[in-house]
């Protein structure tokens, strides 16, 4: 009988790489490719992909050993090795049962049977003159930093793709795509720090357009900052002598000619510059940094596969050297699988709103003087032209049950339409969650807030629990690195799949440290409409050839009605992919623009006045120039504001079980009837349960534990204005719903005589607490927090009131016999 697997790669294969001359820090033996697609909340997942060995040179992958049994063929195992090889972009592929070697070549395409490994000099020596040819500086060879083991296997091929596009000499322009969350920033640090180590690039220049990613990249680039060879320009200790540098393009570019700190830099100074997020750079300016430092190789990475809205960038940049999806990420197990829970107010079910239908129902308009009332209003334009705070109230308030149901402390992105709608947000959910005991439970980061910087921090931790909500409009949207986040929350219309998909990637991290193994996208908005398949191609588009750049284009700028001239009037002239060339007017309104195409765009604005875009031909004499005339911009209309606008939730698409499971609402109404008779048998069981506060409590958390929350089932049942009892007798055992109104009335006639013995104290004192009954439900009753509210804080709260029917004895009394007889069945 021949050895097993595990036997075969201890007693066989082991002797045999030891002896080729491989050492252990080369080798990984059972290693997870994959950590397995994660299949619920708790954290299980599927099978995780393993391969027996893996071979390293430099940290680096480059080939694969699958093993079999001693007497199984020694053939079986090289389509796996042959995958794995594919998704590291090692070169080698073996499958083995101890005996026989059979070897893949991918840079012949050859497969060979052998005796015995080869070295790790000559697999090494292979793996090189294969893949990236005769190399003077070898950054391959080059440990990565701390563990060699400490990187997946995307980030390994993400490596090796950009070191051969590097090496290769071929192209100054290098570019990768990959999902949020997959770790772009640590793919770049682990590049430039085998390229540095090597001596093959010496300064480096990391710009983004956020200082948050700043500062997430100085964090990944921690080993160059302790080696002191590393900082942020413009900050306390930096120095212009340092080697890697970090900037935002604000601060690189500045706001005019004379402070633009990257001119600042010799042409020649960067050998490598990186743009993050380079998708939404702003046009022509990361184009102008790179036009200065042409000597530099440019790596772009970005999140965003190719869509009609970037192509630019792909068109500048060319195809990605390596991609790696968000799906991928989450088969791999790698990002967290998402749910989507799409709502919809009544405005928004209905395409708009219609101003005569509004003030038919109640609303009242609030129109500034001299604005115009349009008839009816798309979804689209709800946000700009229109404030209803109405609306914004029913979202944030179904949110907030919303949050009360997931969990109250579960961390929440919120993305808003404008500043001050976010700040709205924020109060409405910090005043919901108030009593949880948090100053800062909700809080609101965006441009205009003050000192957000620790806010975020905190949002960031996970092991900070507050602040649990962020509300903003677009500065958690890229490249921020909250793990902890479970509901990502669209409550702003979306129109770009980028700026989509950037959102989503905020949700997309894994957090042990939190158990966040998933996370919601909560939809207001329609957002979601946005997904599809992230990585399937559209049709090239070829950049525009603009011609010749001969000539010169000279003017003045006017004002129409005066003719004076404008000063600091802004002229833009796009020149091609991510490239053009702007000037301002001078005290005369004069401008000059040299080296253009024979016709060009031009766009023309300058504060107070209105834009101007027109088309223009250029010329090569000098003494030809145009005037163009901007009028004086009209005053921007503040919006409308409606109030008093009934607003309700309408639809959800789906509910959440606490286990993972979405459901239908008719499926939901199932499984809480089954969850509720689980309980109690018969009607009379849930009455008695009822009727005791401290049976009745413990059953209702019971419930909501096991996903069944009477708050969803009234909403599902229109029944706002129903008792919790109602809704589940009506779920489970087919009763009418009754309203707690109807409830009260009949407390009160079956009571006569009761109410009567208590005398007119007595009996006020009943209908005040049948009124809180009312308003709040029985807990509202049988809280003795009750009295310190109106009329019986007036009473002398709960001393008083006991004295007036004759003692604390009889108080209980009452408040007893209104529990039981609220519930009393016939």
């Known amino acids: 009988m021949g050895l097993s697997e595990s036997d075969t790669r201890v007693k066989l294969i082991d002797p045999k790489l030891h002896s080729a001359g491989w050492e252990e820090s080369k080798i990984q033996r059972e290693f997870n490719v994959t950590d397995g697609g994660i299949i619920d909340s708790k954290g299980n997942r599927k099978t995780a992909k393993f391969a027996d060995y893996i071979l390293y040179h430099g940290g680096l992958a480059i080939a694969i050993v699958e093993a079999k049994e001693e007497e199984e063929d020694h053939l079986k195992g090289m389509k796996q090795a042959k995958d794995y090889c594919k998704m590291y972009g090692a070169m080698f592929a073996y499958s083995s049962n101890g005996h026989k070697i059979e070897e893949f070549d ?53 490596i090796k793709s950009i070191l051969e596009t ?17 770790g772009k920033t640590k793919v770049a640090f682990q590049t430039v720090w085998k390229l540095y180590n090597a001596g093959n690039i010496q300064k480096v220049l990391f710009v983004t ?83 200065r430092f ?14 009609a809205d970037n192509i630019d960038t792909y068109a500048y940049f060319g195809e990605p050297v390596y991609s790696y999806s968000l799906g991928q990420g989450i088969d791999d197990g790698f990002l967290a699988p998402y749910k989507i829970n799409k709502i919809y107010t009544n405005i928004d079910s209905q395409g708009g709103l219609s101003v005569k239908q509004a003030i038919e129902q109640g609303a009242k308009i609030h129109a500034p003087e001299g ?79 003050q000192e957000v910087e620790q806010d975020y921090i905190n949002f960031q931790d996970s092991e900070k629990s507050v602040p649990v909500v962020a509300t903003t409009v677009d500065l958690l949207s890229t490249g921020v690195d909250v793990p902890s986040v479970k509901n990502i929350v669209f409550m702003k219309p979306i129109a770009s799949k980028i700026v989509f998909k950037q959102i989503v990637g905020r949700g997309s991290r894994i957090d042990r440290l939190t158990g966040k193994y998933e996370f919601r996208i909560i939809d207001y908005s329609n957002a979601t409409r946005l997904f599809d398949e992230w990585d399937k191609p559209e049709e090239a588009v070829e950049a525009e050839d603009k011609g010749e750049r001969k000539y010169l284009l000279k003017g003045m700028i006017v004002d129409k009605e005066t003719g004076s001239p404008i000063q600091n009037a802004r002229i833009t002239v796009p020149l091609g992919v991510n490239e053009e060339v702007a000037v301002k007017t001078n005290a005369f309104g004069e401008f000059r623009l040299e080296n253009l195409p024979s016709q060009v765009k031009i766009t023309v604005s300058a504060q107070n006045y209105g834009s101007l875009t027109i088309t223009a031909p250029t010329y090569k004499k000098d003494s030809v120039g145009i005037t163009i005339e901007l009028e004086n911009k009209p005053a921007q209309p503040k919006p409308i504001l409606i109030d008093n606008l009934p607003v309700w939730i309408e639809q959800e698409i789906f509910i959440e079980l606490n286990d993972g499971r979405r459901v239908t609402k008719a499926q939901y109404t199932e499984y809480s009837k089954e969850e509720i008779r689980k309980r109690v048998i018969t009607l009379n069981d849930l009455s008695r349960v009822w009727a005791q506060e401290s049976k009745r409590d413990e059953f209702t958390k019971d419930l909501i534990k096991n996903s069944v929350s009477p708050k969803t089932l009234a909403a599902l049942l229109d029944a706002s204005d129903a008792d919790p009892y109602d809704i589940l007798a009506h779920i489970a055992f087919g009763t009418p719903l009754i309203s707690k109104d109807a409830r009260s009335e009949s407390f009160l006639n079956k009571n006569r005589e009761f109410i009567k013995s208590l005398g007119d104290s007595g009996r006020k004192i009943v209908l005040d607490l049948l009124e809180k009954y009312r308003l709040d439900g029985i807990d509202n009753v049988t809280d003795p927090k009750v009295f310190e509210t109106s009329p019986f804080d007036k009473m002398g709260h709960v001393l008083g009131v006991a004295k007036q029917v004759g003692g604390i004895e009889n108080l209980k009394r009452i408040i007893e016999q209104i529990q039981s007889g609220l519930y009393k069945n016939e």
């Open 106 to 158: 991918f840079n012949t395409n050859k497969q060979t049977t052998l005796d015995s490994f080869p070295t790790p000099t000559e697999l090494y020596r292979r793996f090189i003159e294969g893949r990236f040819g005769k190399l003077e500086k070898d950054p391959i060879s080059q440990p990565l930093h701390k563990s060699k083991f400490s990187i997946r296997y995307y980030q390994d091929c993400a």
């Open 166 to 182: 590097f090496l290769s000499n071929k192209t100054k322009k290098i570019f990768i795509t990959m999902a949020t969350g997959s």
């Open 209 to 291: 357009d956020r200082n948050f990613l700043v500062s997430n990249a100085v964090k990944e680039f921690e080993p160059f900052i302790n080696k002191r060879v590393a900082g942020v320009i413009g900050t306390k200790d930096w120095s212009r002598n340092l080697d890697i540098h970090f900037s935002t393009y604000q601060s690189l570019y500045g706001t005019g000619a004379s402070d633009r700190e990257y001119e600042k830099f010799d042409k020649d100074y960067f050998d490598l510059i990186i743009i993050d997020e380079c998708h939404r750079s702003g046009f022509g300016t990361w184009r102008a940094i790179l036009d």
């Open 294 to 307: 042409q000597k530099a190789v440019v790596l772009g990475m970005t999140a965003t596969p190719k869509r």
């Open 371 to 449: 604005s115009e009332i349009k008839e009816w209003y798309k979804i689209s334009e709800l946000w700009k032209s229109l404030i209803l705070p109405d609306r914004t109230e029913a979202i944030s308030k179904h949110l907030a049950e919303l949050l009360y149901t997931y969990g109250p402390m579960e961390k929440t992105m919120v993305f808003c339409v404008t500043q001050e709608h976010a700040r709205m947000v924020a109060k409405t959910l910090q005043n919901k969650f108030s009593h949880l005991g948090y100053d800062n439970y909700a809080v609101t980061i965006t441009s205009e807030e």
